[in-house]
């Protein structure tokens, strides 16, 4: 009879292994704290489980069936596991390695890459590359061409059914393990796309997945491979470095930020750089109010002139103080009669929402499009690059990071309103010579005048 020694260490995969490979006759010696993790599997079992201790959380083991006491107290230790031959015997005979049934498939490292500019036929552009190993043949790296710029989700999904076409049509495979950075991607396979063939591709809304064409050809491929998808991060650089192909590590410098150019044909290079930034604050009151305050940051490392910061008031979120950042970045260049402006945002939407027209997918208008109509005016007056960077360098992310903090002062600022108050206010002071109290507004002006006379008049009927 075989028998195992597993401690109290033990996971309970490990225990399940035992169970699994001598489902009846298999004797687990453990303590008393991992007994609570077998009792499920040993229900099903006619395995003996022997335990050091006869009371197990309650449990008589003499009345109980599947439990047996141990005739020797098992004593686990840091060592005991490791020196114990028929622990060794066990893991040399039912290794997980040897019952995973994906352990001999082939596996295949998925890449996409970006591409900020359009194609000389005006389409957009991406790049995807499948890595199967060193000098295979169905190593790939090609452009997928798009009527409109693709987001990185709908790039990767077109990748992914690219390379899985390439594994039924030419590798003949029926089972594959794809590695990829895109944990979106991985959730799609491995969790959420055999649960969307038989809805309709519906979310638990009933509305319809986003990218619905994508998903319904990877859930056809699907049906003809088996697919796992596997997370691993850092995967560009080190299939650039495999491929060794000189567009591929162009692309991968791209990598790094999302640009947008109100004018192709000029030259940005020697073009003035501003920073702009949006934060957003909450603050709750006496009474249990929530307020929120939103402060914008200019900055100009060159010239400081350039810099401002100030409070946004309008409806404040943090997307629009963004723009409204950018907005003021790019006043302040046509004040200061700059020919051209490079401004470097803290924002990735705005700049993905500008190469878009300030269009979603489903063509119709993306918030703030009020806000995005008044840049364009002021960018027919300016020339002007918008930069978004992902992982910014040393100098950027300083630079960035003033002007952020710029915005968080911003915060503290009095409104546009309350500034031009203090204003008025003053400009009576100076006027009349006093506290300011004789300026009134003109709503109350005519209010008091209206009473005025209305009294004059019921006096006189009186």
């Not at 453990?30 to 197990?56: E, F, G, I, K």
């Not at 020797?72 to 049934?101: C, H, I, R, S």
């Not at 692309?251 to 044909?265: G, Q, Y």
Request: charged residues 25%.
């Amino acid at each position: 009879m075989f028998a195992a020694k597993i401690s109290r260490l033990a996971t309970p995969r490990l225990q399940f292994l035992a169970l699994k490979s001598n489902p009846n006759q298999a004797k687990i010696f453990m303590p008393r704290q991992a007994l609570s993790y077998s009792l499920p599997l040993l229900s099903n079992n006619s395995a003996t489980l022997l335990v050091s201790d006869p009371h197990v959380d309650g449990i008589e083991a003499e009345t109980n069936p599947v439990i047996e006491v141990s005739e020797t107290p098992v004593q686990p230790g840091k060592n005991y596991m490791k020196d114990d031959p028929l622990y060794k015997a066990f893991l040399a005979e039912n290794t997980e390695e040897k019952m995973d049934p994906w352990k001999d498939v082939p596996t295949v490292t998925l890449a996409s890459f970006m591409m900020n500019s359009q194609l000389e036929d005006g389409k957009f552009g991406g790049r995807v590359c499948a890595f199967w190993g060193e000098n295979d043949p169905h190593n790939i790296c090609d452009v997928i061409k798009f009527p409109e710029r693709p987001t990185r989700i709908h790039l990767n999904l077109e990748g992914l059914c690219v390379l899985l076409r390439q594994a039924i049509n030419e590798k003949k495979l029926t089972k594959i393990k794809v590695q990829t950075d895109d944990d979106f991607l991985t959730k799609v396979i491995n969790q959420w796309l055999r649960k969307w063939k038989t809805n309709g591709y519906r979310k638990v809304d009933g509305s319809p997945v986003k990218n619905q064409p994508q998903m319904e050809d990877l859930g056809r491929l699907t049906e003809l491979i088996e697919v796992r998808m596997e997370v691993l991060y850092g995967i560009k650089k080190n299939i650039t470095e495999k491929l060794n192909n000189e567009d591929l590590k162009s692309d991968l410098e791209n990598e790094n930020f999302l640009v947008a150019k109100t004018h192709s044909n000029v030259d940005f290079t020697d073009a003035v750089t501003i920073y702009a930034a949006g934060v957003m604050s909450e603050k709750v009151s006496e009474k249990g109010l929530k307020f929120k305050f939103a402060g914008y940051g200019v900055y100009c490392p060159t010239d400081s002139s350039f810099s401002e910061r100030g409070r946004f008031e309008n409806f404040p979120s943090a997307f629009r103080t963004q723009i409204w950042a950018i907005h003021r970045a790019l006043q302040t260049a046509i004040e200061n009669g700059l020919s051209k402006v490079h401004i470097v945002t803290d924002s990735g939407f705005f700049v993905a929402f500008f190469n878009s027209n300030w269009k979603k997918n489903n063509k119709t208008h993306c918030a703030n499009f009020e806000m995005y109509t008044k840049l364009l005016d002021l960018t027919e007056k300016i020339p002007a690059k918008f930069t978004y960077f992902y992982n910014p360098d040393k100098e950027t992310k300083k630079n960035l990071n003033t002007a952020i903090g710029y915005a968080e002062d911003g915060l503290s600022f009095p409104t546009a309103k309350d500034q031009e108050k203090a204003k008025q206010k003053e400009s009576m002071k100076a006027k009349h010579g006093g506290t300011g109290k004789e300026m009134v507004s003109k709503t109350t002006k005519k209010y008091n005048k209206k009473n005025e006379l209305k009294l004059h008049e019921e006096f006189h009927e009186d």
